[in-house]
Each structure stands twice: as C-alpha cells, then as structure tokens.
C-alpha cells in the first residue's frame, strides 16, 4: 500500500525565516500531489496541488511546492513565513488512476512573531 | 496522539437506499468534526462541519436534507447519504478538531462509497 511520510511533525520558527516542509510518497505510478493547510479551528483549506506539468507549483498565500519525481518528494517551501502561518500542514497523494487520497501525519507550524 | 475511526471503509449500496457513515474520535474529545468529499481530479471539498449537541453547519451547494450530519456526542460524527444516487459515489472523509495542533492522525482512513 502507498504511504506518505512527513518527515517533521513539528516546526518552529521566528517570523522571515524560510520554510521547506517535506513529503515523501512511496507509490511508483503516476501521482497527484497536494498541500492542504489546517488553521487553528478551522477546516482544511488547499494550499497547491499538482496533477501534470510544470513540477515546480505555486500556491496561495506565497507558497510553492516542487515535485521531483526522481525522489518521490513533493516539498514545500515558502521563503519567509509569517506568524499567520502558525498551522497544521498536511501533504496528500492519490494514484494517477484514483482519487483516494492518502494523507501524510501533518507538520505543526508555529510561527514566533 | 490523536485517533480518528471511520467505518465503513468502503461500501456498495442500491440507488434510493440510505447509508450511513460513522467518524469516532477514540481518544479525546472533540467538539467540531469536519466531513469532506473528494472527486476525481479535485482536492478534498468541505461538505460540512459538524459541531456537537447543534446543527451541522453546510457549505454551500451541500444539500442538508440528503447529506445528514449527526454529532450527537463528542466522540461521534455520523454522516447520512440519504436516497442515495449513482452520482453520489465518492470518497468521504471526516477530520476531527482535536484543540490547538493534533499530535497525530486526525483524519479517518475514509469512506468509499459506490452507488449501484
């Protein structure tokens, strides 16, 4: 069965500092990838998705993910964060062929002003 | 950390019957459930949030009356398909808020469900 990994559960950084959370899927066909982001209270929002093309993705809210599909990896980065990013991120992957989506554990941000 | 059940995982129902689908929060409890929908080449959509002892708030566009969400406890969210239609068929997922950050897995593993 394919997994995703989120190798950080938990992050913690100043304001400005540069993000890059990981993700790693191991199923070896096609795949789309997303970010979704979750905010205190909140339901799950979308952040970037990727189906084809252009490997590097941007999303809302100045973030961007890369697919690097030699390395199973869909990471995503932001070059400076904001206290507003305090969250729980999550990475999904589901099959080319399937819209099941398999959820990776989710990294908590948090964001010191 | 945080566990989330959802049951059934997959199920094949008539058109016109009802189905119902169950999201315990195992370990804590939680106050605000969320149930969402995926189709195919689409992110997860928000169907409705489910808040205990009161009325599920819907998005828009999310028929009340077919889709019955029922938080009853705080460890329990059921969601409802009710006359169910072939176009229904989708993957159904609850998440559960479980306080300032989760310290696990607070999705379900999902509900796959075929409408024949």
């Known amino acids: 069965a394919q997994s995703v990994s989120q190798h950080n559960h938990h992050v913690i950084l100043s304001e400005a500092a540069s993000l890059e959370l990981g993700c790693n899927y191991s199923y070896g066909g096609t795949v789309n990838l997303f970010w979704y982001v979750q905010y205190p209270g909140q339901h799950l929002q979308l952040l970037l998705k990727y189906f084809s093309g252009d490997p590097l993705v941007k999303g809302i809210k100045g973030f961007e993910a890369e697919f690097i599909k030699s390395k199973f990896s869909f990471n995503l980065r932001k070059p400076s964060v904001q206290w507003s990013d305090t969250a729980e991120y999550f990475c999904?992957?589901?099959?080319?062929?399937?819209?099941?989506?398999?959820f990776g554990r989710g990294t908590s941000l948090i964001v010191h002003p | 950390g945080a566990v989330v059940s959802q049951h059934p995982s997959w199920v094949i129902c008539k058109s016109g019957t009802s189905v119902k689908i169950e999201c315990r929060s195992l370990?804590?409890?939680?106050?605000?459930m969320f149930w969402y929908r995926q189709f195919p080449k689409k992110s997860l959509m928000l169907m409705a949030t489910?808040?205990?002892?009161?009325?599920?708030?819907?998005e828009q566009g999310v028929e009340k009356d077919k889709f019955l969400i029922n938080h009853a406890s705080l460890t329990l969210s059921t969601l409802t398909v009710t006359s169910a239609h072939p176009e229904d068929s989708s993957f159904y997922i609850c998440s559960v808020e479980s306080g300032s950050f989760n310290y696990g897995y607070t999705f379900g593993s999902g509900t796959r469900l075929t409408v024949v």
């Open positions: 999904a992957v589901t099959p080319g062929g399937s819209y099941i989506p398999t």
């Open positions: 370990d804590f409890q939680a106050t605000t």
């Open positions: 489910s808040n205990e002892g009161s009325k599920a708030t819907y």
